[in-house]
């Protein structure tokens, strides 16, 4: 269940540009698409629709869980590590082995998601002091309530 707050932030990028590469790594580690399903908490439907870039659009948090299960990088569900090497070398020939068509675009893109990630993992560190605090509160409170109870 998605909280309101990362509701707000959600990026959505094109499927197009991640579901061959999800399809890929899956394939490579002999993982089944029920299997990926299930691990997601979504139907084997819904899963197929992310490789078959149904959705046309997937959200990055997403594609934070994919790469989770794959045990990759999400980075790396986005560009291949050549691509990620050339892009921070700055090399954009056209000889350069490239998969995407719009370079400039998916280099905005990565800094965009980057952007977003310093902002979830802010949000998350806050809520877990949040939840520190609540955890902190909840034992006092049971401890009122043990005493309470020995009267």
């Known amino acids: 269940m998605r909280s309101k707050t990362s509701k707000k932030n959600e990026i959505s990028l094109p ?15 002999g993982y089944k698409q029920d ?14 629709n992310i490789e078959s870039n149904a959705n046309k659009n997937i959200s990055l948090e997403r594609i934070q869980e994919i790469a989770s299960i794959l045990e990759m990088d999400w980075l ?10 050339q892009i921070h ?25 980057k952007l977003h990630l310093q902002i979830v993992e802010k949000e998350n560190a806050g809520l877990k002091k949040e939840i520190d605090g ?11 309530i043990s005493l309470l109870k020995e009267r």
């Open 76 to 85: 790396e569900l986005l560009v291949t590590k050549d691509k990620i090497t």
């Open 35 to 48: 299997y990926m399903a299930t691990k997601l908490g979504i139907t084997e439907r819904a899963y197929q």
């Open 89 to 113: 070398n700055g090399d954009n020939s056209p000889n350069s082995n490239n998969i995407y068509q719009n370079d400039e675009k998916l280099t905005n893109e990565i800094e965009k998601l």
């Open 134 to 144: 609540l955890k902190r509160e909840n034992q006092h409170l049971q401890e009122i």
């Open 15 to 29: 499927t197009s540009v991640v579901s061959e590469r999800i399809q890929i790594e899956r394939l490579k580690r």
